[in-house]
């Protein structure tokens, strides 16, 4: 079992550029998220999907869109790229471990923005 | 106002000594769920532990343990007989509402742990 997945591991974007981060699941989880890590701010939600088919955004969805396109996947993208965006970005997936709910996240994206 | 706060941004502690990191938060909400992550710097987050608004006893995951304090809204680490493989960020987080299957997290900015031989 992988896990959570994240492609890719480091991307460079000129200002402007556009570009998808992947995700994917295999561990049949329903809610899959988004998040950004920036240096002294702690993580912070960008976009989730609580089940397949639906999506909504999170604490700092503005310059970003999302598709979930079936149980397993995730997608973000940025349609246009700033260095606002520089950041690591982290997926995560929502299941029940323990008998409560859990987030298990990916490894994360670097993505630096010039 | 900060949901979850983190007042120390960062900690040193001897190899085998106990630590506490701290975290307190801020909800209306009486149901809800505080989680602690660790952050190595390899950059992975690593769940260690969870206790729910309702738990009549503070969760214990092996050398962690929570100490938690409802009415003054604090949710502590404690990691016992530190190693140094200990030294990472640690994240506190909190789950508001009740624990369905879909749950937004809050995170606190973290703390920085080192631990020294």
């Known amino acids: 079992n992988a896990g959570v997945t994240q492609t890719p591991k480091f991307q460079v974007l000129k200002t402007g550029q556009s570009m998808t981060l992947q995700c994917a699941q295999d561990?049949?989880?329903?809610?899959m998220y988004w998040y950004r890590q920036d240096p002294g701010m702690g993580l912070r939600l960008i976009y989730y999907?609580?089940?397949?088919?639906?999506?909504d955004k999170g604490e700092v969805p503005n310059g970003y869109n999302v598709s979930r396109l079936n149980k397993r996947e995730f997608s973000l993208r940025l349609e246009s790229a700033a260095p606002s965006q520089t950041s690591v970005y982290f997926c995560?997936?929502?299941?029940?471990?323990?008998?409560?709910?859990?987030?298990?996240f990916g490894p994360g994206t670097r993505l630096t923005v010039l | 106002a900060q949901k979850i706060t983190q007042t120390q941004p960062g900690m040193f502690v001897q190899e085998k000594e106990a630590v506490t990191l701290d975290c307190t938060y801020d909800?209306?909400?009486?149901?809800?769920?505080l989680f602690w992550y660790k952050q190595p710097s390899s950059g992975e987050m690593i769940f260690l532990i969870y206790?729910?608004?309702?738990?009549?006893q503070n969760a214990t995951e092996g050398r962690y343990s929570l100490n938690f304090q409802k009415a003054r809204k604090s949710a502590n680490l404690v990691i016992s007989a530190s190693q140094l493989g200990d030294s990472a960020m640690y994240f506190c987080?909190?789950?508001?509402?009740?624990?369905?299957?879909?749950?937004?997290?809050?995170f606190g900015t973290g703390t920085r742990l080192l631990v020294s031989p």
């Open positions: 995560a997936t929502g299941g029940l471990a323990g008998g409560y709910n859990e987030q298990f």
């Open positions: 561990m049949n989880h329903n809610s």
């Open positions: 999907s609580a089940s397949e088919g639906t999506t």
């Open positions: 909800t209306s909400d009486q149901s809800y769920g």
């Open positions: 206790q729910g608004s309702y738990d009549e």
């Open positions: 987080a909190m789950r508001e509402g009740r624990d369905t299957g879909f749950q937004k997290l809050v």
